[in-house]
């Protein structure tokens, strides 16, 4: 039997020397010691050594296995060490070499023109409010002065998620929520999403527009004027004219709409502006009495006045893009070169 085991013991080292690999070496492992290896095995033979041999045979068992645990372990290390040199030497990193050129992004025209003209408005004593994108049809119509069968609902294809509920067609939903909830006096802006089933190439079923309202006594269309013209400078430039037309809005009354010089030729006609030297940019006007008396506010000593403007439009018209979906596609190039 010691004979048998010097054997195993010779080749156990032999065949551990020449394990290529880890997984070869695992091999070597279970073909030895494993529980149907050769040494377990000839362990069963130990039923036939006399009793008096018994001690010297089981600790030479012993001894071969631990020369032989002791072989693999060796080798085992020896294959993790090269393994993890591998791995540094190949993921090394050379923190002297110049880094690579990271295209940096740029600010969207949504955020740019919105936070622009929040600076202006704050400028004014406006506060920023915010309100739902998900409306009821009561704050986004109704209380807009917009009853049901209305003719004026022709002019925008809602999204209705139900028969009541709706997503906002306008910010002037907000008017709404804040004529019902704030004394007067007050002067509000918010710029937030809205949403038409409308897309074409100045069209986009999402868009952004920017609401303001101001209620106080004896507030008028002079006020609103002066204060568009002066918005209308400091967003588009100095020297940029205004021009007021006549208009309907069902939630204001009189309505005007407003227009201004081509950013592009300067009010002397191109193609941007189709020759006319100017273009439309927003639509404002007087609060309708109505409006302010279905939120509860007294017509009699209360009077305001509201303007709404569409983001997207207001920077198409600033920076002289004939296509609103090139806004959408994120081109870096594109957006580096907006105002
Ligand atoms: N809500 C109007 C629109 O979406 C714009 C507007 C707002 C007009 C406030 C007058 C006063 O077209």
């Known amino acids: 039997m010691i004979e048998k ?37 000839i362990l069963r033979g ?18 071969v296995r631990s020369a032989i645990e002791e072989e693999i372990g060796k080798k085992e ?29 740029a600010i969207h025209a949504v955020p740019m023109i919105t936070d622009k ?9 406006f506060t920023v409010v915010d309100g739902p994108e998900v409306e009821t049809d009561y704050y986004n119509f109704e209380a807009m002065n917009i009853p049901k069968n209305h003719p004026s609902r022709d002019m925008q294809d809602s999204f209705y998620i139900s028969e009541n509920i709706l997503l906002r067609t306008q910010t002037s939903a907000v008017q709404s929520r804040e004529l019902e909830s704030r004394k007067p006096p ?63 809005f069902p939630f204001t009354e009189p309505s005007i709409e407003v227009d201004v010089s081509c950013p592009n030729c300067h009010g002397d006609g191109c193609k941007t502006c189709k020759g006319t030297g100017f ?23 209360y009077t305001g006045f509201a303007f709404g403007m569409g983001i997207e439009r207001t920077s198409m018209v600033l920076n002289s893009i004939p296509d609103l979906r090139t806004m959408y596609k994120n081109d870096v190039r594109f957006l580096n070169q907006l105002r």
Request: overall charge neutral.
């Open 279 to 301: 273009l439309e940019i927003l639509g404002a006007g007087v609060v309708n009495p109505r409006v302010l008396e279905i939120a509860g506010i007294d017509s009699k000593k």
């Open 186 to 248: 007050f002067k509000i802006i918010s710029p937030g999403k809205t949403y038409r089933n409308d897309s074409d190439a100045t069209h986009s079923p999402v868009f952004h527009q920017c609401e303001g309202l101001v209620v106080d006594e004896n507030v008028s269309m002079a006020d609103l004027k002066i204060m568009l013209s002066e918005m209308m400078r400091r967003l588009y430039g100095e020297g940029t004219k205004v021009r007021f037309r006549p208009s309907f």
């Open 77 to 105: 290390k020896a294959f993790d060490e090269e393994e993890l040199a591998k791995a540094l030497a190949s993921e090394k990193v050379d923190i002297t070499e110049p880094s690579k050129f990271i295209q940096r992004g």
């Open 117 to 125: 003209l929040i600076d202006i408005c704050v400028d004014m004593g």
């Open 46 to 63: 130990m039923r036939d050594v006399s009793p008096e041999e018994r001690p010297k045979v089981g600790a030479f068992v012993n001894e």
């Open 5 to 41: 085991l010097k054997e195993i013991k010779v080749k156990a080292l032999d065949e551990t020397q020449k394990a290529a690999d880890k997984k070869s070496l695992n091999d070597v492992k279970v073909k030895f010691l494993g529980k149907q290896g050769e040494l377990t095995l």
